[in-house]
């Protein structure tokens, strides 16, 4: 009888070990133990030292060290706090982003938004829960400026998982020509897809050593640059997301999706597109090309590049300021169109799921978006070095202004970003005038959950770079045949399963609303 006790006692005591260690497990699981009392700090007080680990999208700035070094003395200052962080290049950030989930790497704040797999990591556990009370202690000055409308915008399945941005933009595409090369060859004014063509192939025929338009397709997107312009806002269509090609129509109350290849639209731009590449408006090996398209332009390799406004009108400055013989020009392809703003996720910052600094994050995060010292910084660089700021919202560029540029700073934009002074006006009207044209439609803030579609998803991706990147490119002797093969091989990836899927939560939000 003594023995069997015994055996009774080491079970009980094997059995609660098990339970400890389960619970302990639980507990360091980040996004499944988010506690609402904001207790992810691990103990960590106001007067313990912290380094944070920040991930960005971008090259690293050559002045980066010097910036943030007086970036984290105010950190200091303020929060005892200091960053760290490391930048994924353009050329592949979309490929080591996702790798650097998976691995669990070890860095506490990062960059994300719709278009950077947002949604995706946000599903896959990848960020910390923000739950209202974490954030009204910890961030109470963007908690307070943030309109409620962006905060549920960011929200997937009623949870929140990035603090965005708090900048709203029209997300319509345009391209910036060498307007002095128009005149030159006496060329119609660009103001359509078709003058555009008749632009980039006068340059590629007459200009040595000068492709029309820049283009970098090795950097993993699976679109061809000039679609956002001449087929979503060409045709007033809204692309769902950029890793399928399900899209709907914009003023669809049905909200009805379809595959984008197999459209009518979309066979006539492959012949469009051809005519480009035959006439040598790009290079044959543009699909393995990763060059910064902007500094391809500014050497002279090319006569136009695609853009959103904002960043095109800071080129066409950077242009003014560093190359006085040349004259660019912004032009919208489709100004007629109806336009979209960007949703709250078009830009900002998330906690990872691993983070021991939680609170500590969120509070760097209320910084950088509004106290004006550390936002200046870490958006313009050092003033009277990289900037001379002009009142309270406007800026001349600095000296050394290229030294602190070209990474995603904008994961904290907000209502203290300074406007350039030279900004140019067309732009500016250009802008002015999209305002009145602004359609706001009834899936503005859908996003897919994808979890009953991975696997066919990243078929799909495949197919997409493999068969249809080449295809838009021009570089299928036969665009008929190659569209049949790019539509074969998606229908083998599983796009109907995906479609059904997707066609089943656009139903389902519609009639919810």
């Not at 900037?387 to 907000?414: A, C, L, M, Q, V």
């Not at 009834?442 to 495949?462: H, M, S, Y």
């Not at 080449?470 to 091989?489: K, S």
Request: aromatic share 10%.
């Amino acid at each position: 009888m003594q023995q069997k006790k015994r055996g009774a006692m080491r079970l009980l005591t094997l059995m609660l070990m098990v339970s400890l260690l389960l619970n302990a497990c639980s507990s360091g699981n980040g996004n499944e133990s988010n506690d609402p009392q904001g207790t992810a700090d691990n103990g960590a007080s106001a007067s313990e030292d912290v380094t944070l680990k920040m991930l960005l999208i971008g090259s690293k700035p050559a002045d980066y060290d010097e910036v943030f070094g007086e970036v984290n003395q105010l950190l200091k200052e303020k929060i005892n706090t200091t960053i760290e962080t490391e930048f994924l290049d353009w050329s592949d950030w979309s490929s080591k982003y996702p790798l650097k989930f998976a691995a669990r790497d070890d860095f506490d704040l990062v960059f994300t938004a719709n278009w950077a797999f947002y949604h995706n990591q946000a599903m896959n556990g990848g960020f910390y829960e923000l739950t209202d009370e974490l954030l009204q202690t910890n961030a109470p000055m963007t908690w307070e400026a943030m309109p409620k409308v962006s905060w549920e915008q960011a929200k997937i399945k009623d949870k929140l998982y990035m603090v965005p941005n708090n900048n709203q933009e029209i997300t319509d595409k345009v391209v910036m020509i060498r307007e002095d090369l128009r005149k030159k060859y006496n060329l119609e004014p660009v103001t359509n897809a078709e003058t555009f063509a008749a632009y980039t192939k006068a340059i590629a025929k007459n200009e040595p050593g000068m492709s029309g338009f820049a283009s970098a397709a090795g950097g993993g997107y699976k679109w061809h640059e000039l679609d956002n312009m001449l087929l979503e806002q060409q045709n007033e269509w809204k692309l769902i997301d950029p890793n399928m090609p399900f899209a709907f129509k914009l003023d669809d109350a049905t909200g009805k999706v379809f595959n984008v290849y197999d459209t009518p639209e979309f066979t006539e731009l492959l012949l469009y597109y051809k005519d480009l590449a035959d006439s040598g408006v790009w290079s044959k090996n543009v699909v393995n090309s990763k060059n910064e398209v902007w500094q391809d332009v500014k050497a002279g390799k090319a006569a136009s590049l695609k853009g959103n406004l904002g960043s095109l009108g800071f080129q066409f400055v950077e242009a003014q300021r560093d190359l006085p013989d040349v004259e660019m020009s912004i032009v919208d392809l489709t100004p007629n169109q109806k336009k979209t703003a960007s949703i709250s996720t078009q830009n900002g910052m998330a906690v990872h799921a691993t983070s021991k600094h939680v609170e500590r994050s969120l509070k760097v995060i209320d910084l950088l978006q509004n106290d004006r010292e550390i936002h200046d910084l870490t958006m313009y660089g050092i003033a009277g070095s990289h900037y001379e700021p002009i009142d309270e919202d406007k800026y001349k560029p600095g000296p050394n202004r290229d030294k602190y540029t070209g990474f995603s700073n904008w994961g904290w934009n907000s209502p203290l970003n300074r406007t350039e002074t030279s900004y140019p006006e067309e732009a500016a009207a250009m802008e002015k005038s999209w305002e009145e044209k602004v359609y706001h439609y009834p899936l503005e803030t859908f996003v897919f959950d994808d979890q009953k579609v991975k696997n066919e998803l990243a078929n799909i991706g495949n197919v997409m770079v493999r068969y249809g990147v080449p295809l838009e490119y021009g570089l299928i002797a036969d665009p008929q045949q190659g569209q049949a093969e790019l539509i074969n091989q998606l229908n083998t990836a599983g796009i109907e399963k995906v479609q059904a899927e997707l066609q089943s939560q656009i139903d389902t939000l519609l009639e919810k609303n």
